[in-house]
């Protein structure tokens, strides 16, 4: 059985963040290949993702580039041409504060999803975080083993030396 360990990068950190579940769907379909964020963590790393809303859990564990981080025009334009999504709705998000995060995801790998009752019954008080939370801490030791022996199901990868041209082509 290949797991979640197969993949992992001990030397990455690994987090656990919250994402609403359609957008998980569209990373583990690939149509999504970044998150925005007001604010994050600066540097690369590795997450398990709890898909919130209802029938929220962890399904899924992502590879993350270095974060951009930036004025609200220049994220919007990254946005429209890397995500396709829509420029004014990306510049609104981030316009109140004129910063915020982009998040590279470099893959996406899918595990059979650890439901909050599961969750919750095997570590006592598990709570999907705000934002996010680091797994590789003594006192989260156990829930992360758990989920790198989780058995991968499917891994997709994005191809981000591609978008990065692009970025530099058009916005540069």
């Known amino acids: 059985m290949n797991t979640i ?38 540097d690369p790393f590795q997450a398990f993702v709890y898909a919130s809303g ?33 420029y004014h709705e990306i510049f609104d998000y981030f316009q109140a504060k004129n910063t915020g995060v982009i998040i590279p995801i470099r893959s996406a790998s899918q595990i059979h999803k650890l439901d ?10 598990f709570n999907a975080p705000q934002k996010y939370t680091f797994l ?17 199901v499917r891994t997709m990868t994005n191809d981000w030396n591609h978008f990065y041209a692009q970025i530099a082509n058009k916005i540069n």
């Open 5 to 42: 360990r197969s993949s992992y990068d001990p030397l990455l950190p690994t987090l656990l963040i919250s994402i609403h579940k359609e957008y998980v769907d569209e990373i583990n379909a690939g149509t999504k290949v970044i998150e925005y964020r007001k604010s994050f963590f600066k």
């Open 54 to 86: 209802k029938n929220g859990g962890i399904s899924t564990f992502i590879r993350c580039n270095q974060p951009i981080i930036s004025d609200a025009d220049h994220l919007a334009r990254i946005g429209s041409i890397v995500g396709s999504d829509d």
């Open 116 to 125: 909050l009752t599961t969750l919750r019954k095997q570590f006592g008080k």
């Open 136 to 152: 590789d801490k003594p006192e989260k030791q156990s829930l992360l083993n758990c989920l790198l022996d989780q058995e991968l």
